[in-house]
């Protein structure tokens, strides 16, 4: 199984961004998505996810109203537009997956299973 995030790159504030998460060896459709991301000197930090079959999303509160999770099954592709960015939105985005039958939450880094290389976005002026 491999993910394989882009989309990331340098934009002022108040720009857009996509990110993509393509996938190999495993039908996204099937699994949960997360997205997270890491800025300098912080942890992990979930910002949306997927739940598998119906796709219903969710957000954080730092990134809901701003951010949009969505899902092409035919192209096996997850993305993550990204709205209104904010110097505070400066981080490494990396998407995951993950097919297990019980976990505690999608919010939480210890229940997925595969994970991209991860994807530098820069917002600033």
């Known amino acids: 199984v491999q993910l394989q995030a882009s989309g990331g790159g340098l934009v002022q504030p108040g720009g857009s961004l996509r990110l993509s998460c393509a996938a190999s060896?495993?039908?996204?459709?099937?699994?949960?998505i997360g997205w997270f991301r890491q800025a300098p000197g912080k942890e992990l930090e979930w910002i949306s996810c997927?739940?598998?079959?119906?796709?219903?999303?969710y957000y954080s509160d730092s990134v809901k109203g701003r951010f949009t999770i969505s899902r092409d099954t035919a192209k096996n592709t997850v993305y993550l537009q990204m709205n209104t960015l904010k110097p505070e939105d400066t981080a490494v985005y990396y998407c995951?997956?993950?097919?297990?039958?019980?976990?505690?939450?999608?919010?939480?880094?210890?229940?997925?299973?595969?994970w991209g290389q991860g994807t530098q976005v820069t917002v600033s002026s």
């Open positions: 995951a997956s993950g097919s297990r039958t019980i976990i505690t939450s999608m919010r939480m880094v210890s229940s997925y299973d595969y």
């Open positions: 060896g495993v039908t996204l459709a099937s699994t949960y």
């Open positions: 997927m739940r598998r079959g119906d796709g219903r999303p």
